[in-house]
């Protein structure tokens, strides 16, 4: 072999060599996206069939993949993982509906003190989400000093080969994963914690059983098929197909799934939530994919025949009563302080030009759509009047808007027919906020203030901005200082 041959063979091996084909691909010839996803393939790829930002199959087709820690929290004697106190953390982003159904219970249950939060960016690379001090997210695992959730995967199992997915519940004796499945981490979260909780927030003291009562569970198993694989998975197949016949093959039974919901509200039996009179776990599992549909799924995951708030107006209604509810039953507003919609727009935009652009990341902007306007449509007064009169009785007063106990005479900012005439929160870039400063609207706050997680630390703070005209702008200051007291994660919304 020639000198020659033999310098270009050894830095054919050589790491060198990945790193310059990469740029090559990237920076040099930009337009062979082929050749970048076929070195994706070879050098990224672990367990899964795909690389990170592919989703779809050969065929076209996305297939969720199955959770591989399947462990289990137990207070039964000799369990495992037995319930303690500050044992046990959960690895979250807020981009993630999954991952945003154990933020909610984790929130509904008052298990902050209980069980710590992490959260991560939510831009997927190959090495799993990022620790990165954006998007919520904190700057380091604050456990290990991790800087991805690679690293954590492979300290719990350093063989594993699979993708490195949130929610993750994670145990800090041990230094292990107990489960990454969202619908038995939420389970676990229902009771298994209970016996460091004040006695009204245990499952067995709420009302008709709590979040997964032993009478309906049939039937919230049932829905919870259905509305999984057509629906919370559906926009998945829809937003990630790469064929026509696998798109259609996905879109239409979403919409029928969405049909059978609007037709299952119609009975009265199913009201204000899927199950009657109290929240249950169908209406979680729900929530965190009807919250995103209309700012992020309708568009940008082609799935467009119908819109939640045009098309569905027992489904609109049933998503907006969560939403705004901050009385007791929503422990004080918890689907509304965990839901960000221009994460939503952002995030989805983001995983989808990566799926189109090759796994890059560089070459192409995000553009984040400003509508739909508002993000979520508010309640009118007589919705506002109906829950308040359903809930006087039981509750201690349903919070609308002011952060006061509403009555059917008050005049709520966020009504259609109210004094701020359909006004709607949205979330938005440091860069677009008002001159005047930024708050929530109500001064209710963007996400639960909680110490673990920041508290008041202004690095750690997602800003909102309201829309609102000249003559709500002295109602908007007021908000704005009563929201000055409360914190929420950091959002900058990088484009890099």
Known sequence: MSSRS??????????????????????????????????????????????????ADDDGHFRRKDSAFRDWISSESGAKFP????????????????????????????????????????????????????????????LYGFTNMKELYLKADPEY???????????????????????????????????????????????????????????????NEWVYNTINNGVYKCGFSMTQE????????????????????????????????????????????MARFDVAYYNIFNCNLKMIRHDYPRLSRWLRNLYWDESDRTNGGVFKKTTF????????LRAKGRQTHGGSDVGWPVVVPRGPVPDIEPLTEEEERDIINGTSKKLSGLKIGNGTPASPS??????????GRGM???????????????????GATASTSREDEGGDDPNKVIKRRTTHGEENAKWYKAAKKAEKKLGAPNLHLAQS
Not at 199 to 218: S, T
Not at 251 to 280: M, N, W
Not at 341 to 348: A, H, I, S, T
Not at 410 to 419: K, M, V
């Open 410 to 419: 008050s005049h709520n900012p966020f009504s259609a027919q109210g004094e």
């Open 341 to 348: 919609f221009e994460v939503y727009k952002y995030g989805y």
């Open 6 to 55: 033999r310098v270009s063979k050894d830095f054919a091996h050589s790491p060198y060599s990945q790193l310059f084909f990469n740029a090559a691909c990237l920076c040099i010839f930009p337009l062979c996206t082929t050749i970048h996803t076929a070195y994706c393939e070879r050098y990224l790829m672990m367990g899964d069939s795909r690389p990170t930002h592919a989703h």
């Open 83 to 142: 319930p303690e106190k500050d044992r046990y953390a959960l690895y979250v982003n807020y981009g993630c509906p999954w991952a945003h159904r154990t933020i909610l219970v984790r929130g509904l249950k008052s298990l902050e003190p209980i069980i710590q939060l992490i959260t991560t960016d939510f831009n997927l690379t190959e090495n799993g989400w990022l620790f990165t001090g954006r998007n919520g997210s904190d700057g380091a695992d604050p």
């Open 246 to 289: 696998a798109y259609d093959s996905s879109v239409y039974p979403l919409f029928k799934s969405l049909d059978r919901l609007e037709e299952h509200l119609a009975d009265p039996a199913h009201q204000p939530y899927l199950f009657g009179e109290h929240i249950t776990e169908a209406d979680i599992r729900l929530y965190t994919t």
């Open 424 to 442: 709607g929160a949205i979330f938005g870039t440091d860069g677009d906020l008002p001159s005047d400063g930024v708050t929530s609207p109500g």
């Open 161 to 223: 080969e699979g993708r490195y997915t949130v929610p993750a519940l994670w145990d800090k004796k041990t230094h292990t994963i107990v489960n990454n499945e969202s619908s038995e981490i939420i389970r676990m979260l229902y009771d298994q914690f209970d016996e460091f909780l004040e006695p009204d927030q245990r499952e067995a003291n709420k009302p008709e059983g709590g979040f997964y009562p032993p009478h309906l569970r049939k039937e919230i198993d049932a829905m």
